[in-house]
């Protein structure tokens, strides 16, 4: 079991960047794939990123690629999404997410097990 911890949200304007940072507790950290999901004011959760168990693969949702980045640190237990050239519909509520058996399935949200409480991301225009 991991339980997760987010951290970084905040008010930026548009063009501007924010570092998400996600906490996880337990010591088989490296066994779990790890995702970012968003949710905006009335809509559903989507997926924004994720990244392998040893970080060498990474998957972006279209909306975000190339100006967000997913990484981490198995060493610190820490997953960090690094979002640049925000925009206002970048606005959500942002949650770490993690599972040991995704993999394919990696934009799924019902594939993942274990959620952070989230963290809030407001892009002014």
């Known amino acids: 079991q991991v339980q997760l911890v987010e951290s970084g949200g905040g008010l930026v304007q548009a063009g501007g960047s924010l570092r998400l940072s996600c906490a996880a507790s337990g010591r088989t950290f490296s066994s779990y794939f790890m995702g970012w999901f968003r949710q905006a004011p009335g809509k559903e959760r989507e997926f924004v990123a994720a990244i392998s168990r040893s970080g060498g693969r990474t998957y972006y949702a279209d909306s975000v690629k190339g100006r967000f980045t997913i990484s981490r640190d198995n060493a610190k237990n820490t997953v960090t999404l690094q979002m640049n050239s925000l925009k206002p519909e970048d606005t959500a509520v942002y949650y770490c997410?993690?599972?040991?058996?995704?993999?394919?399935?990696?934009?799924?949200?019902?594939?993942?097990?274990?959620w952070g409480q989230g963290t809030q991301v407001t892009v002014s225009s």
């Open positions: 997410a993690a599972d040991l058996f995704v993999s394919t399935s990696y934009g799924v949200q019902d594939e993942y097990d274990y």
